[in-house]
């Protein structure tokens, strides 16, 4: 990335982070079940904690507690979602921040802060609600690990209404270091058009640098996308015209989710209308997915995606 | 001439439960539901002599009549373009029992759909093939616009500039939709409903559209009786009269990105539909009482208000703004919850509300209903349906 890319990148993060601790504290999905005895037992087992006060009535009654109550270092478990995701999760504010890091490289996680505050123990029955706020984003910052941004947020789990506990949670997203490549071997771009005897010459004259929109030969008329009948004048003889390369964004989308392959997040694309009279689909590219507008003017460049696809997209005019 | 209106009923309906992991294969899910919808009927496997899916089912025709011990078929049939099949297949079913072709015919769709393919995830194949739809796609998918999310939300953005639409207006008919879900112990959000701070707070899918902008991803299959009016009489059931049944692709029209045609703020396609079922029934809005309206994604719910006639152009936002669409609203649209709230069975669910409507036992009743107008997928040549009691 060249330095201005990064800069850019840099901003948009930093701008997100500040969206997303805006927006404040989201609940989240109540726990699946409350505080239980089966679930203490298996943690306390698993830990090699053997404080009756956690598992025996009896012995607990006896306590300062007068009853059964949770070990307190378990908070996390109640919520914590399964293995097999059910749809039923909530989004939280800091999942769009750690998607758009993955999205730009920082793919690499590792955790590096935790720190729990209990407010009080946990008794059998209770049903606890986590809610989330992002706090914070830092960076970049070079590592041993690569070059990352450190994110955190804080979760505090409630009872009713009532915080039960808290914890800030910090996670180092990075950069792994790049394994040394040969810089002709490219990775084939998984998103290959399929191109046929009506269609050839297009993506032809995308590899010679140039934007072709079919002509009828017979009555003229220019289409795109194109086909092998004149929809006007019925004639099969068609020929092409280039195009001047500019034209205005018609209507867009910046795409965030699901990922894409071989696309990084968030992406734009574009409806382009040529002032040749035709629409055509592509993506803007060197402009933050914020400043696209509809009405931008844009003009063509070519972008090259693997050793055997050239994509024709587009780039701000006055750029 | 066979004429369609008022000939033909859906004489019986039936469904599995909607879930995100159903545990079976999508053959038992179709089987399951075929019996459910022949036992609602009164109707025995061996009554029925046609089938009809769509082409995007994973369940022949004859493996289905295999499982549900249905045995000489003599009408069988699918209809393309995703969910814009949904009310198609009642359409085929219909001219089959019309013409005499079939005397009863059962429509069905099944799929995991959350648990096993799921169609909002991006699949590279589909721009891999040089058939005319493959060379379609390629126009689009190389440049990452590939999910059907995306592909509304560059509708959806057009829409938003032309008539100075906002997020917010999309995120009223979610809120409606999942108001209605709360109430339908069937459905997936039951007792879950969201407010409009919390569809603008949902993460961004394709911008403009926000996560709570799309429909959900489901488990299920619904399966649909179709006979003739005369027989359903004598069913278990009051019958549901197809009061018209239409299919409609425009001029221009690409599978899901029509991004050519002059305008990008409207459904043509739905126009064509809404025309045919006006003239064929000839009834107009001001008949119906309650509309079961294709809801995958939010803005098109507004575009199909305007395109069908409920509203002018670019007045939908108003007309939803007021609670327009929610159940004690002018117009109540998907009293199940739609695909928003209740399941997304690409449209079959809320042919089966319609005919809940319109015998009275649906657990959201819109009150004196007479006449039911339903819709399938939006952004794609697609089908509807208007059902009328007796």
Redesign the interface.
Known sequence: MTATAEADLHDRLMALAERQIA?GE?RGVAAADPVNLPMIRHWAAAMGDANPVYTDAEAAAGSAHGEIVAPPAMIQVWTMPGV?R??RQA?TPV??VLRALDGSGYTGVVATNCEQTYHRYLRLGERLVPATRFTGLAGPKRTALGEGYFVTWNITWYSQDEPVADMLFRVLKFRPRERKTKPEAREPY???????R??AFFWEGVGRGELLIQRCADCGELR??PGPVCPSCRSVERTHVVASGVGEV??????????????ST??V?A?VELPEG??????VVDCP?EEVG?GMQVRVTYRQ?DDE?I?P?WVPQES | MVSLPGSTAVAGIGATEFSKQSGRSELQLAAEAVFAALDDAGLSPSDVDGLVTYTQDTNQEIAVAREVGIGDLTFFSRVHYGGGAACGTVLHAAMAVATGVAETVVCYRAFNERSGRRFGQPDARIGGEPSSQGLEMSWHVPYGLMTPAAWVAMFARRYMHAYGVTSEDFGRVAVAMRRHAATNPAAWFHGRPITLEEHQASRWIAEPLHLLDCCQESDGAVALVVTSAERARDLRRSPALISAAAQGAGAGQLMMTSYYRDDMTGLPEMGVVGRRLWEQSGLGPADIQTAILYDHFTPFVLTQLEELGFCGRGEARDFVAGGGIEIDGRLPVNPHGGQLGEAYIHGMNGIAEAVRQIRGTSVNQVAAVRNVLVTAGTGVPTSGLVLSAE
């Open positions: 927006v989201v097999v059910d749809g989004t999942d769009d998984p998103l290959k058009p399929a191109i046929n009506d269609t795109h996308p018609y209507s867009y989308v910046v795409h965030h989710n699901p990922p894409v392959p071989g696309r968030p992406f694309v409806v035709v629409r055509i689909v592509g993506n997915p509809i995606m696809l994509l997209m």
